[in-house]
């Protein structure tokens, strides 16, 4: 079974917002003549900052923060976000793996940016209601 994708704007505001809440100011987020020299496509967005959108998508599928039991992702590709007011946009698709005798759901998720995976095993469980 396929739950809803979920679609997430990404800007280069959202990766100021998110240095300033995290304390990492590391230029690769917003400098495009940093991440071009250190062989990156542009600037990317925080891996945990990614993360953290599809964080946000299983606790939405879950219907409560509490009911997510566990999650966990690999970096697989960066978030490539360009300097202009649309950024970019990150999908999160997942579907049910597995519902357990006691409740758990698991699911496989899926995070795309321009066609590209950008998290691999990307994996959440959680409770479900009997």
Known sequence: MELPAQTFQVTRADLVRYAGASGDFNPIHW???VATTVGLPGVIAHGMFTMALVGRAVTEWAGSP????????????????PDDDQGTEIEVTARVREVTEDGLTRLEV????LGEKVLSQARATIRTAR
């Open 31 to 33: 400098s495009d003549r």
């Open 66 to 81: 509490d009911a997510v039991v566990e999650y966990g992702v690999r970096f697989t590709r960066p978030v490539v976000v």
């Open 110 to 113: 899926t995070a795309t940016c």
